[in-house]
């Protein structure tokens, strides 16, 4: 599928539209977005399913523990993905892309020119290459169309890096994102550090706020500032780490924090992959 960027007021389409989307039972999503926060042990991985069909798959773990979870989420038959996102270079959230790259087709790839000399990313380039997917490196003020839902279209806009990249600290350079759809919105932040949160603070303020805010660098203290969930005013917390990790993640003072803010928080390593879903005005979880 073709997913269209808006950037201001220009529409630019991507790749073409195919004109059905053969794999979706409309019966049962037709108005539903659907963001799974897969169980990739300690990484990120994350899969939006828009109202229309449109999927994107936000990272991949360190390894092809995500290749079980897709097929556990979208069915065995599905080997398209029409975007992948890699939020930055590290193992833990690019190690399993390679393996998506190696099973399912994917239309289009938005990344950073931030890169690492690391077996693990030197493969995943390589299966790019080899993918001959659309490359596109993600700006601030992207806006991709994932189609329109009952209550409106889904878009997934990009709200950080504002520049190249190349030359920050791997973490620095995450892509930051925020997903619409009707009254229901989420960020996604890779592993943003507070000194990033805080400059989205002062470009972006009241505008972050989002009912799902999935927590940086794994519920490090590196991330989530208390200025930044005070502008999120998030209502669930998403933590993705590993069960007894030895980062310790989450740590105590993110969980402290979040906990006075009066968030609910969910945590891969306790749940499993997380379900949630949005028809446009509420969100549940199954």
Do not use: C
Not at 91 to 116: C, F, K, P, R, W
């Amino acid at each position: 599928m073709r997913i269209p960027i808006i950037t201001a007021v220009i529409v630019v389409t991507l790749l073409a539209f195919i004109s059905s989307l053969e794999l979706v039972d409309t019966t049962e999503s037709q108005g539903l977005l659907h963001v799974t926060f897969l169980d990739v042990g300690q990484g990120d991985a994350t899969l939006i399913e828009s109202p229309t069909g449109t999927q994107v798959l936000i990272d991949g773990g360190k390894n092809g523990i995500v290749i079980g979870e897709l097929k556990k989420t979208i069915g065995f038959f599905d080997r398209d993905i029409d975007m992948l996102v890699a939020t930055h270079p590290d193992m833990d959230h690019i190690g399993g892309l390679s393996d998506v790259l190696d099973q399912y087709d994917v239309a289009t790839i938005l990344m950073t020119e931030n890169i690492n000399d690391t077996p693990a990313f030197n493969e995943f380039r390589s299966r790019i290459e080899a993918e001959g997917a659309r490359i596109i490196y993600a700006r601030r003020g992207q806006i991709f169309d994932l189609g329109y839902g009952v209550h409106g279209s889904t878009t997934l806009s990009v709200l950080f890096p504002d520049h190249d990249p190349t030359n920050l600290e791997s973490n620095m350079s995450s892509i930051v994102m925020q997903l619409e759809y009707g009254e229901s919105t989420y960020i996604i932040t890779g592993d943003s550090p507070q000194e990033i949160e805080e400059y989205l603070v002062k470009l972006d303020g009241g505008e972050l706020e989002s009912d799902i805010l999935k927590l940086g660098h794994h519920g490090s203290k590196t991330s989530s500032a208390e200025l930044f969930i005070t502008a999120v005013a998030p209502i669930f917390g998403i933590i993705s780490a590993g069960k007894e990790n030895s980062y310790g993640h989450p740590h105590k003072e993110v969980v402290d924090r979040l906990s006075a803010h009066g968030v609910i928080q969910k945590n891969t390593a306790d749940e499993g992959s997380i379900f949630s879903v949005s028809d446009g005005v509420r969100i549940w979880f199954r």
